[in-house]
């Protein structure tokens, strides 16, 4: 998984919360600082469980946190 | 890097040291159907005990160093990438072994040829494995 379309505020959002480091955010969150990392750089695109535990521990809805940048997809065999 | 990515590194290099050990040693039987060597069969048995050794000497020296980070459980991007790189070296052993057979049916390889064709196939996929999973843990996933 080399980069997603899915952006992600964690770094503003730990700079707001008097520069809160990977390695707390991690412990609070249950993964490791890598996982942070990853998920910090777009590399990776977390699970709907942590990508919640990580707006809990911010304080702030899921779309505040998360975005997806591109298009959805039409399902096939869509009526048009 | 983090702990699992560094016993990922030890594993891979261990594996590829003892390996050549073994398939370096004098005199080399580069052929299908071996001659029965007691040589050789030590030279085997002290490449899996040097692995052991040096494995376990440099995951606790690694332990130690990040002890934390040891004792941490794997969360769900590292199982992903267990999964992911046990899967890839699923097929190389699959096949490695098939070919294995085919060597042994085709080309005439004796049961000790056979055997090493098998060796060799299990650490191939053990190699691709350690390797798959550094390169997941550099790419994120």
């Known amino acids: 998984m080399t980069g997603t379309a899915i952006t992600n505020t964690i770094r503003k959002l730990r700079f707001e919360r008097n520069e809160m480091t990977q390695q707390d955010l991690a412990e609070r969150v249950g993964v490791t600082r890598q996982t942070i990392n990853a998920i910090e750089l777009g590399k990776y695109s977390p699970s709907l469980e942590v990508a919640f ?7 702030v809805r899921l779309e505040e946190v998360f975005s997806h940048d591109g298009g959805i ?6 009526a048009r | 890097m983090s702990f699992r990515e560094k016993t990922a590194w030890i594993t891979l290099i261990t594996l590829i040291v ?23 069969l030590h030279v085997l048995l002290l490449s899996i005990a040097t692995f052991v050794v040096i494995e376990i000497v440099a995951i ?15 969360d769900e991007r590292e199982r992903l990438i267990v999964l992911k790189a046990r899967s890839l070296a699923w097929y190389v052993l699959a096949t ?27 650490v191939l996929s053990l190699m691709v494995n350690y390797a798959a999973r550094i390169v997941y843990y550099r790419r994120g996933a």
């Open chain 1, 53 to 59: 535990r990580i707006a809990a521990v911010f304080g």
């Open chain 1, 73 to 78: 997809p039409e399902p096939r065999g869509a």
């Open chain 2, 18 to 40: 003892t390996s050549l050990l073994f398939i370096l040693h004098p005199p080399l039987q580069l052929t299908l159907a071996p001659e029965p060597d007691f040589f050789s």
């Open chain 2, 60 to 74: 606790v020296v690694v332990r130690m160093r990040s002890p934390r980070d040891a004792k941490a459980p794997l």
């Open chain 2, 96 to 122: 490695s072994s098939l070919g294995s057979v085919m060597v042994t049916i085709h080309l005439g390889a004796n049961e000790l040829g056979l055997a090493y064709c098998v060796l060799i196939s299990f």
